[in-house]
């Protein structure tokens, strides 16, 4: 009996070792073999950016010493959040592809085990819950570089948030000022594949033909006074509301009321804001008002019935001036100054 249960004890104690060993050696595995499976990854991947999980995070940086002979550029993701347009982690996301593609193509001699090598990844939320928390990630978009000498994922270089807006460039320059590696330009994929270029080609012989039978004849949309006259009419239309402002601040057509959430607000108060609803009925009635200027200037004076054409005058100038009224209201409500008639003092 009490051998039995001393071969019992040797043999726990045994197994105790061996995992003990197995443990040290799979925490303390190669810097060469950590670089060799990193760079199988990144061959396998087709956007050279390798896809971590909790496991691989602790495999390459947590469990391994440093200073590890490479850094990591990681982009943390959540799929559940792709329908928030306003993260733009979709596009965030492609472009983050785009720099690892370029960067791997721009040196293609860094392939070395030195301490320069740099590896693109991209960990997912649901997938690694535990990376999150490890990095101390809790809002989006968020990008870290984990530098050879880091110890603490928390400790690691973080993109700022306002440095988003650039896309793929301001990616590059991140990379570039903190580890002094050069990204090279950025390669984005054309427009237009080769076999689309060639199709557009092909029909544009075959349509040469026509085309220009169809300009020696007059017969083309570019003859026809109606385009032009709606071209025209956008044209003022798009300037007097101020449609390139929305577009260049990405300004919404109408906010939600704080107070009243079923509300909605189309007129802002106050100069520093224009909403897109706002620029466009302003817009309206000007339009309104160069439309009416217009007829009167080219098309009433045809009029033989003098009758009409006072009728017709009255009118426009009616109309006119409750649609400059209209513009002049709104402009003393948003900014607080008012515009008033000016009159002479000889008319006092």
């Given at each position: 009996?009490?051998?039995?249960?001393?071969?019992?004890t040797?043999?726990?104690?045994?197994?105790?070792?061996?995992?003990?060993?197995?443990?040290?050696?799979?925490?303390?595995?190669?810097?060469?073999?950590?670089v060799?499976?990193?760079?199988?990854?990144?061959?396998?991947?087709?956007?050279?950016?390798?896809?971590?999980?909790?496991?691989?995070?602790?495999?390459?940086?947590?469990?391994?010493?440093?200073?590890?002979?490479?850094?990591?550029?990681?982009?943390?993701?959540?799929?559940?959040?792709?329908?928030?347009?306003?993260?733009?982690?979709?596009?965030l996301?492609?472009?983050f592809?785009?720099?690892?593609?370029?960067?791997?193509?721009?040196?293609?001699?860094?392939?070395?085990?030195?301490?320069?090598?740099?590896?693109?990844?991209?960990?997912?939320?649901?997938?690694?819950?535990?990376?999150?928390?490890?990095?101390?990630?809790?809002?989006?978009?968020?990008?870290?570089?984990?530098?050879?000498?880091?110890?603490?994922?928390?400790?690691?270089?973080?993109?700022?948030?306002?440095?988003?807006?650039?896309?793929?460039?301001?990616?590059?320059?991140?990379?570039e000022?903190?580890?002094?590696?050069?990204?090279?330009?950025?390669?984005?994929?054309?427009?237009?594949?080769?076999?689309?270029?060639?199709?557009?080609?092909?029909?544009?012989?075959?349509?040469?033909?026509f085309?220009?039978?169809?300009?020696?004849?007059?017969?083309?949309?570019?003859?026809?006074?109606?385009?032009?006259?709606?071209?025209?009419?956008?044209?003022?239309?798009?300037?007097?509301?101020?449609?390139?402002?929305?577009?260049?601040?990405?300004?919404?057509?109408?906010?939600?009321?704080?107070?009243?959430p079923?509300?909605?607000?189309?007129?802002?108060?106050?100069?520093?804001?224009?909403?897109?609803?706002?620029?466009?009925?302003?817009?309206?009635?000007?339009?309104?008002?160069?439309?009416?200027?217009?007829?009167?200037?080219?098309?009433?004076?045809?009029?033989?019935?003098?009758?009409?054409?006072?009728?017709?005058?009255?009118?426009?100038?009616?109309?006119?001036?409750?649609?400059?009224?209209?513009?002049?209201?709104?402009?003393?409500?948003?900014?607080?100054?008012?515009?008033?008639?000016?009159?002479?003092?000889?008319?006092?």
């Open positions: 009996m009490a051998i039995s249960q001393n071969i019992a040797r043999l726990l104690l045994l197994t105790t070792l061996l995992s003990l060993f197995l443990s040290l050696t799979i925490s303390t595995s190669d810097p060469e073999e950590l060799n499976e990193l760079l199988f990854l990144q061959s396998q991947s087709k956007t050279g950016v390798i896809h971590l999980d909790d496991h691989s995070i602790s495999r390459f940086l947590t469990s391994t010493k440093t200073p590890r002979p490479y850094s990591l550029l990681i982009f943390f993701d959540a799929k559940q959040l792709h329908d928030k347009h306003e993260l733009h982690l979709q596009d996301h492609r472009e592809f785009l720099v690892a593609s370029s960067f791997i193509l721009n040196n293609p001699d860094k392939s070395s085990t030195s301490y320069a090598k740099l590896f693109f990844c991209d960990i997912e939320f649901k997938e690694s819950q535990s990376s999150f928390s490890l990095f101390g990630v809790n809002s989006l978009p968020h990008i870290r570089l984990v530098g050879p000498n880091v110890k603490n994922p928390q400790e690691s270089d973080a993109m700022d948030q306002g440095d988003f807006s650039r896309m793929a460039e301001s990616m590059s320059d991140f990379v000022s903190r580890t002094k590696l050069s990204v090279g330009p950025i390669h984005r994929p054309p427009i237009l594949s080769r076999s689309q270029l060639g199709f557009l080609f092909a029909v544009l012989l075959i349509w040469t033909p085309m220009v039978k169809k300009v020696l004849t007059g017969q083309t949309l570019l003859h026809d006074p109606k385009i032009w006259l709606g071209g025209a009419v956008f044209v003022y239309f798009f300037s007097v509301s101020g449609a390139m402002h929305n577009i260049i601040r990405k300004m919404p057509m109408f906010l939600a009321d704080r107070n009243d079923n509300k909605l607000i189309f007129f802002y108060q106050g100069s520093g804001m224009q909403l897109g609803a706002e620029g466009f009925a302003i817009g309206f009635l000007y339009t309104i008002v160069g439309l009416l200027l217009a007829f009167v200037t080219h098309v009433l004076v045809m009029v033989k019935n003098v009758t009409a054409q006072r009728l017709v005058m009255v009118v426009s100038l009616v109309v006119s001036f409750w649609a400059v009224n209209k513009v002049i209201y709104l402009d003393n409500w948003k900014t607080g100054y008012g515009v008033h008639t000016f009159w002479p003092s000889s008319w006092k």
